[in-house]
């Protein structure tokens, strides 16, 4: 089932601007995370969050997260062309003492040069 | 350190025809294993996930299924191809974890026609 969902799906900016993106779920989570695909690539882990913290950054990546809105976001600052990829955030669901990350449908970022 | 193979990267196939894609993790002991399909444009959707040989778990029903004969090789299969079944397919491993990142490989493009 679809746990986490992101928008806007679709995002086009010029170069240096700022782009964030948000993710909302459905029920409790004990952290979440967000990935990076480049188109026709496999995905790649961006950053992980846990529940009892309420942002975290690296380079210039800056992901927030409200657990009493069960949304997260995530900003991309002074964007670069390189950038351009989908982004997707995941949720963790516990099946049978397993965690199975459950992912959204993207957020695709244009970042024009 | 881990690595993820795929294969075949691309494969066109006819209506009715058999399908097996591979998938192996070199690097790493008893990884949880996931098969993802993601249509153009869309999100990714859980199709299998293993927590070791010969476990496979089922997140939604189709023609398709995997098996796990070794710890580190997942394969996804089909004896009849639908022209549904197109899209891009996505291995993956993780530790199990909640907190765990998911490691993703090159995907393959299945066309069927």
């Known amino acids: 089932s679809q746990q986490g969902e992101e928008d806007p799906q679709a995002l086009s900016i010029q170069e240096g601007e700022n782009a964030t993106m948000n993710c909302s779920y459905k029920t409790s989570i004990n952290n979440l995370q967000w990935y990076r695909q480049n188109s026709g690539r496999g995905l790649v882990h961006l950053i992980l969050?846990?529940?009892?913290?309420r942002e975290k950054h690296s380079g210039r990546l800056r992901v927030t997260l409200d657990t009493s809105k069960k949304s997260s976001s995530l900003l991309i600052t002074a964007s670069r062309a390189a950038d351009t990829a989908s982004y997707f955030c995941?949720?963790?669901?516990?099946?049978?003492?397993?965690?199975?990350?459950?992912f959204g449908r993207g957020t695709s970022l244009i970042v024009h040069p | 350190s881990q690595t993820i193979h795929q294969w075949p990267a691309t494969l066109v196939q006819p209506v009715g025809s058999p399908l097996s894609l591979e998938c192996t993790v070199e690097?790493?002991?008893?990884?949880?294993l996931y098969w993802y399909r993601q249509a153009a444009g869309r999100g990714l959707q859980l199709l299998f996930y293993?927590?070791?040989?010969?476990?496979i778990s089922s997140e939604v029903p189709q023609n398709l299924s995997a098996s796990r004969p070794q710890d580190r090789q997942f394969i996804l299969s089909s004896k009849k191809l639908l022209l549904s079944d197109s899209g891009f397919y996505l291995c993956?491993?993780?530790?199990?974890?909640?907190?765990?990142?998911?490691?993703f490989g090159p995907g393959t493009r299945l066309t069927v026609l």
């Open positions: 993956a491993w993780s530790g199990g974890r909640s907190t765990d990142t998911q490691y």
């Open positions: 690097g790493t002991s008893n990884p949880n």
């Open positions: 293993s927590v070791g040989i010969g476990q």
């Open positions: 969050i846990r529940s009892n913290e």
């Open positions: 995941a949720t963790e669901n516990v099946s049978g003492g397993s965690y199975i990350p459950t």
